[in-house]
């Protein structure tokens, strides 16, 4: 059974600082790896997509890799009110179309 | 189309009641997916598709749900006999491939009373 896990929160920041989301996953055969933003009773919304071990910056948002710890994390730099929102961590295996969601971590940024 | 279209946006079903759910993928996308999201957890996958043909079923809940996507476009998801435990989101997602991160629809949110 593939697991994908993130802490529910409520991850409260004070706007304007770093907000640090993390996910860990089971299947070490893993090989992409998604974050998803959901506003409240909207859909999912693909944000990152990072497939290598390291980090992957865009704009605000940086994307880590850490595929020996199995380990992967979103980093929102200069958090606003509008990044108020559940943040859903995806994984999918190697060659597989499929995604492992998480349950996501609900971000609360504070004006 | 610009997006993914969903339709029904809101569906109630008596319990026992048979539902379609329909989805209208960006054009030209092969890939194309349904989730199923409860209130409060991730999304679920329920099955795939590749244009006409289905790959994968396994996570059709039970053989109540049968989805199907004759010209390899729209698809429509189909729940028999609901039941209660059946409430929940229903997304559909495409793809240009398989295994890319998908685009979700705005999805169809079902209530069984």
């Known amino acids: 059974q593939k697991e994908v896990e993130q802490n529910s929160g409520p991850l409260s920041v004070p706007e304007g600082a770093i907000a640090s989301l993390n996910c860990t996953y089971s299947?070490?055969?893993?090989?992409?790896f998604f974050w998803y933003r959901q506003y409240s009773g909207k859909s999912p919304e693909l944000i990152m997509s990072i497939y290598s071990n390291g980090d992957k910056e865009d704009g605000r948002f940086t994307a880590q890799l850490n595929k020996a710890s199995q380990y992967v994390s979103l980093l929102i730099r200069d958090s606003q009110p509008s990044d108020s929102a559940t943040y859903l961590c995806?994984?999918?295996?190697?060659?597989?179309?499929?995604?492992?969601f998480g349950k996501g971590t609900k971000l609360s940024v504070i004006p | 189309g610009a997006g993914v279209s969903q339709s029904p946006r809101y569906k109630v079903a008596k319990r026992g009641q048979d539902v379609a759910l329909r989805c209208d993928p960006i054009?030209?996308?092969?890939?194309l997916f349904w989730y199923q999201q409860a209130l409060g957890q991730g999304p679920e996958f329920l099955t795939y598709?590749?244009?006409?043909?289905?790959?994968?079923k396994s996570g059709l809940p039970s053989d109540r749900f049968f989805a199907e996507r004759p010209e390899g476009s729209v698809s429509t998801l189909k729940i028999q006999r609901t039941q209660q435990e059946d409430s929940a989101v229903y997304l559909c997602?495409?793809?240009?491939?398989?295994?890319?991160?998908?685009?979700f629809g705005s999805g169809t949110r079902l209530t069984v009373v």
């Open positions: 598709f590749q244009n006409e043909a289905q790959l994968d």
């Open positions: 997602a495409s793809s240009l491939h398989g295994g890319d991160g998908y685009t």
């Open positions: 995806a994984v999918s295996g190697a060659g597989s179309y499929q995604l492992t």
């Open positions: 299947d070490r055969g893993s090989q992409s």
């Open positions: 054009s030209g996308h092969v890939s």
